[in-house]
């Protein structure tokens, strides 16, 4: 085992070839852009509880359905309540959605994807089948199907939303794996007996890394696009808690009278999901050269 | 190609299989006795031992599986629970809104995404391709089911040009059921030509530097000869199979359209189904749905070897 110390960590050439795929995102106008909209409403959700705003259930009779003034710079719902601090604490769940439904995923899929490329043979037989009948459900009438069966909840549409994205986190890991697996350096590892479980923490996992962050980076953008279709037929978060499809469900009752309810909530999914996709793409175009 | 397409469809069971596993199980993750359910308020434990009994629910489960593929096998996905229809009856009633939806929608489709994406390519690093990538990836990041309320509140609200919800049978009055279907179809299509702009544009760029290309040109051919006649003929090969396989995202924006725009298709049947708790329904969707879209992968498969003669040979 301590030979293996002296081989060479995992992949040196990877590591240079990694930092200089960073610095070329960093140099790509539209992924910065697309990273300063991601940033922006992840503050923007982690500042929530301590910005100067109302909170988002806090009703006021008085201002019922107001169009955006200086008091409510975007304006009131239906029972009076601040479009701004619903969209701010609306941020939290439609991101929080985004990413946790992608780590379910991640969390998944690498594991069964890395197991099937690196065993081959029946099990990876059986996952791959299994893969394949998942990835034959449309993506969001499967998680539409999965929520329904596991109750309306936000916590449950983020099951949905992971468990109905992760055979393509299996299919990407096991395909990357079966790639990796060709390497002299996995095969000299073979070579000085180190065993499975380090092979792939040392060798496999580090080198498959950079496809699965692209796919994570839009898959998020697809978790968020499907937590806010989902809460907007009503099977994610349940009010009077706040999230941007919820939101958008009820603006459509009072379109004629209060159109703002349904501008900005929209505004805000649109802009983040194109967030999550110029920095996929930038990544993507940094780590897959042949892409461009 | 008939030994392709049989070979394509042996290869295809066990997924399918599978699938009816999957669709089968997640009734089973529903929390409470199910016939609890679909006795309603009536909880005479008599007539809860009969529903036992008449939905063999007092089977293993293996037996309770096969009884249901079985059944399935033979066109019984069951009866819906709301409507006492059998379900794969409500699904071939709702089936032809939705396909009308689906192909106005592809038509919408291919009109902006396929030129967009040839213009892309043709002038690719000038502004217009700027645009025309800026465009689709706003396409892609656009919620449908917003994009359908913004329309309604300008196209409908505002301006009063087209119908706000509704539908209207195509053989009953083919105008007026365009004008009902124009918007959602316009929404359902916009996220899908922005995905066959991208995909449009990636097959044009790679025919545009081909050896035969450059020959077409040198012979003196008009660029419109060359562009159309010459590269957009190879770049096709690639853009149908994408059509075909557009057909998932289809279905799926169909449930949101379809409910925004109150359009009694495939859509809102799940979407009832799901919250009516008619699980049957949601379950026969499913299948149905995973069916078809094995099948039109097959179906984009063998286009592929149609349109590639190369592939035909291998």
Not at chain 2, 57 to 83: C, E, H, K, M
């Amino acid at each position: 085992m301590s030979t293996a110390s002296h081989m060479p960590a995992a992949g040196l050439p990877t590591a240079r070839r990694r930092s200089r795929a960073w610095a070329q995102l960093r140099t790509n106008p539209s992924a910065m852009f697309g990273a300063g909209l991601v940033a922006f409403f992840v503050v923007v959700a982690l500042l929530a509880p301590v910005l100067p705003i109302p909170g988002p259930a806090e009703t006021d009779w008085a201002a019922v359905r107001k169009a955006p003034s200086a008091e409510h710079w975007l304006g009131t719902d239906e029972i009076g309540r601040d479009v701004l601090s619903r969209m701010i604490w609306g941020a939290q769940a439609s991101l929080l959605a985004g990413v946790v439904s992608v780590a379910i995923a991640l969390g998944l899929g690498i594991p069964l994807g890395v197991v099937a490329g690196y065993r081959r043979g029946w099990t990876d037989a059986v996952i791959s089948r299994i893969t394949e009948a998942l990835l034959a459900a449309p993506f969001l009438i499967l998680a539409i199907a999965l929520a329904a069966f596991l109750g309306p909840s936000l916590r449950n549409a983020m099951i949905a939303i992971g468990l109905s994205a992760m055979p393509v986190f299996i299919r990407l890991a096991r395909g990357q794996t079966l790639l990796v697996m060709t390497e002299d350096y996995v095969e000299s590892a073979h070579a000085i007996g180190l065993t499975n479980g380090a092979i792939i923490w040392r060798y496999v996992l580090p080198n498959i890394f950079p496809p699965l962050l692209v796919q994570a980076t839009l898959t998020i953008a697809t978790a968020i696009i499907a937590e806010a279709s989902l809460s907007f037929l009503g099977l994610g978060q349940q009010p009077p808690a706040p999230s941007w499809g919820s939101m958008l469900n009820t603006a459509k009752a009072f379109l004629e009278q209060a159109p703002w309810m349904a501008m900005w909530p929209g505004i805000a999914i649109f802009l983040v999901v194109l967030g999550f996709n110029l920095l996929g793409d930038g990544l993507r175009d940094a780590f897959d050269p042949r892409e461009n | 190609m008939l030994s392709f397409i049989g070979r394509r469809i042996l290869i295809a069971i066990p997924t399918v299989l599978l699938i009816s596993v999957f669709v089968f199980f997640m009734q089973k993750l529903l929390p409470g006795d199910p016939v609890l359910a679909l006795a309603g308020e009536d909880r005479n434990p008599e007539i809860l031992e009969f529903l036992r009994e008449k939905y063999r629910l007092n089977d293993p489960l293996y037996v309770q599986y096969f009884t249901w593929i079985g059944n399935a096998l033979q066109g019984d996905l069951g009866i819906s629970l709301r409507t006492q229809q059998p379900v794969l009856t409500l699904i071939g009633q709702k089936l032809p809104v939705t396909i009308q939806l689906a192909v106005m929608a592809l038509i919408i489709a291919i009109v902006i995404g396929v030129p967009a994406g040839i213009v892309s390519a043709y002038r690719k690093g000038t502004w217009v391709d700027w645009l025309a990538n800026i465009l689709a990836l706003s396409g892609l990041s656009v919620p449908n089911f917003w994009l359908g309320i913004m329309l309604i509140l300008l196209v409908s609200v505002k301006l009063g040009w087209l119908p706000a919800s509704g539908y209207q049978p195509f053989l009953d009055d083919p105008l007026q059921s365009i004008r009902t279907m124009l918007m959602p179809a316009f929404v359902l299509g916009t996220g899908l030509a922005a995905t066959l702009m991208r995909h449009t544009r990636s097959a044009m760029l790679g025919v545009l530097k081909s050896d035969y290309v450059r020959t077409a040109r040198a012979k003196g051919l008009s660029e419109t000869t060359v562009v159309v006649k010459h590269a957009l003929r190879n770049a096709l090969v690639p853009i149908v199979t994408v059509v075909t396989l557009l057909f998932g995202e289809l279905l799926a924006g169909a449930v949101l359209t379809e409910q925004i725009f109150t359009i009694p298709g495939f859509g809102k049947l799940v979407v009832d189904a799901v919250f009516n708790r008619d699980y049957a329904v949601v379950q026969g969707i499913v299948l149905c749905t995973a069916i078809a879209f094995i099948a039109m992968n097959i179906l984009a498969d063998a286009l592929y070897r149609v349109l590639n003669p190369r592939m035909r040979n291998s």
